[in-house]
């Protein structure tokens, strides 16, 4: 049971915070250009790897001793809070073409099959390193949560948002609120941060 909540619980965390994330424009771009399902296969694995990095960070911090772990820890999820909000406060203001025509510049002619996904893993692998989401994983392996179930919920999270993306990523743009979904994942970071904290008091 310990395992499914650990795994929802990044699954929750990571699904808002990427939905209006970058990884969602280079991902509808590249659908443009390239077989959907060729994108799609390509950005999950690059996710996948970045992922499998962020849990290894987390695993190598939690060796550390735990009470600074636990606030550093803490800290993650409150700066993620923070850079959350301010980005709803500020998302109305935001223009989804520039971020659109910036990716279309770094796309160069068409391919199929397997050179589309190796393209498609290179955007996304090269554009997300260091963002709010692998942070967050690895702050929740370095809180002292099981790795595996982390890796398997976070991924999963990246891989639903990719596919949202290369299906209904024009309609997402349209149609859904990244203000609002931004404040459910500052909230979430929020709660974290202060479940950790707790933690690391009691500790």
């Known amino acids: ?33 390239y077989p959907p399902l060729s994108v799609w296969l390509g950005v999950a694995a690059a996710f996948g790897v970045q992922c499998a990095v962020a849990v290894g960070a987390g695993t190598l911090i939690a060796r550390l001793p735990e009470r600074p772990v636990e606030f550093v820890a803490a800290a993650l999820f409150l700066a993620g809070a923070v850079v959350l909000f301010l980005g709803a406060r500020r998302a109305g203001h935001e223009s989804p073409d520039e971020e659109q025509q910036d990716y279309a510049q770094r796309i160069k002619g068409r391919r199929t099959g397997l050179r589309a996904a190796a393209a498609s893993f290179v955007v996304l692998f090269t554009a997300e390193w260091g963002d709010l989401s692998q942070l967050l994983t690895a702050g929740l392996v370095a809180s002292g949560r099981n790795p595996i179930p982390v890796f398997i919920g976070s991924w999963l999270a990246l891989i639903v948002v990719s596919g949202a993306a290369v299906l209904l990523g024009r309609w997402l743009q349209k ?10 994942a500052a909230g979430i970071c929020l709660v974290l941060a202060l479940l950790t904290t707790v933690a690391a008091v009691r500790a």
């Open 1 to 33: 049971m310990e395992f499914l909540i650990v795994a929802v619980t990044a699954f929750a965390l990571i699904l808002p915070v990427e939905l209006p994330d970058k990884s969602v424009v280079a991902t509808l771009v590249l659908s443009t250009r």
């Open 175 to 184: 149609r859904v609120k990244l203000s609002l979904i931004r404040y459910v």
